[in-house]
């Protein structure tokens, strides 16, 4: 078991949060809510992960396109007996809409909020719309902090009771240079983030290399790490990681798929043998696994990895 993260009072209540300061080695995954207004879908999904995860990401309108909102959908996991991750986009919202939505899910019970810069409208489908972006992300993380910690707006007036919530960022080692990535991640930690969760990674050896430069700086006893693996299901797949998203695959991983008489079981081999290498890099405390449309792998990617089901907890 990896040791905790300095001495740290829980200050959300979240499980995410207990078990990453117990030293226990996190799992999260993710759910994207339809374009529907029927909650089916995230009822099944959030059912699948029940036991199998400590907490569970709920998207915000992911590549600009009209989804069921975060906000709604993180209360209908948590009524499903997940605990939810919900992501917050500064691209829609200004930071009225940011701090009463916060306020909202703390009401709800949702104990942790992911801040993100969200894609442009004009990648989703209503391209004629307005980005918001009022403030930056290290800002909207701030502004959380600041309202969970003294219970101050960011404009200065204070609130009757503060939200509870664990506050996270997202890091993608592989955009740009190392140090450029870096950066922005330090950012977010000085900024007041209590957990990242970064992009898929494919390439172990680089990603231990950014690892190198988190550790040079101690961020890895600021932060709680969570490193993303998003199992691969085709060649094709891998291409469009790849060639549409940013992602770093290495040739090796693209000649496994293309060979691979069955790719769904080498996509999961593959996420399997990464986690475990992930397990070993110092200063990495769980994984964020991305299923990207394949229902049901989270499930076998984690008992194939050991990490299901998840350890009970105290309290």
């Not at 060639?243 to 290495?250: F, I, N």
Request: proline letters at 5%.
């Amino acid at each position: 078991m990896a040791e905790a993260v300095g001495v740290r009072a829980i200050r959300s209540g979240s499980r995410l949060e207990r078990v990453l300061a117990s030293g226990a080695f996190a799992v999260t995954a993710e759910i994207a809510p339809p374009a529907s207004a029927d909650a089916t879908e995230i009822r099944q999904n959030a059912a699948r992960y029940r036991g199998a995860v400590d907490a569970c990401n709920v998207t915000d309108c992911t590549r600009a396109r009209v989804q069921i909102s975060s906000l709604a959908a993180a209360a209908i996991v948590l009524q499903e007996g997940v605990e939810p991750v919900m992501q917050m986009v500064v691209r829609d919202r200004n930071r009225i809409a940011l701090q009463a939505d916060l306020l909202g899910a703390a009401a709800l019970g949702i104990r942790n909020v992911l801040c993100l810069w969200g894609d442009p409208p004009s990648a989703g489908n209503e391209r004629e719309a307005k980005g918001v972006f009022d403030l930056k992300t290290e800002e909207m993380i701030e502004t959380v902090r600041n309202l969970r910690e003294s219970g101050t707006l960011r404009g200065g007036d204070t609130v009757e009771t503060p939200p509870r919530v664990f506050i996270g960022a997202a890091a993608d080692p592989f955009r740009g240079s190392k140090e450029e990535s870096f950066g922005k991640l330090r950012a977010k930690v000085m900024a007041g983030a209590d957990f990242v969760q970064t992009q898929g990674v494919y390439d172990v050896a680089a990603f231990e290399e950014w690892m190198r430069l988190v550790r040079k700086e101690w961020l890895h006893e600021k932060v709680y790490i969570l490193a993303g693996v998003i199992p691969l299901k085709s060649l094709k797949m891998a291409r469009f990681m790849e060639d549409k998203l940013g992602a770093v695959v290495p040739k090796h991983i693209m000649d496994r798929m293309e060979k691979a008489p069955n790719p769904k079981a080498e996509g999961v081999s593959i996420a399997v043998r990464t986690i475990k290498a992930l397990k070993k890099i110092e200063g990495v405390r769980g994984v964020h696994i991305m299923p990207v449309g394949w229902d049901g792998v989270v499930s076998k990617v984690l008992k194939d990895a050991g990490l299901a089901p998840r350890p009970d907890l105290p309290g």
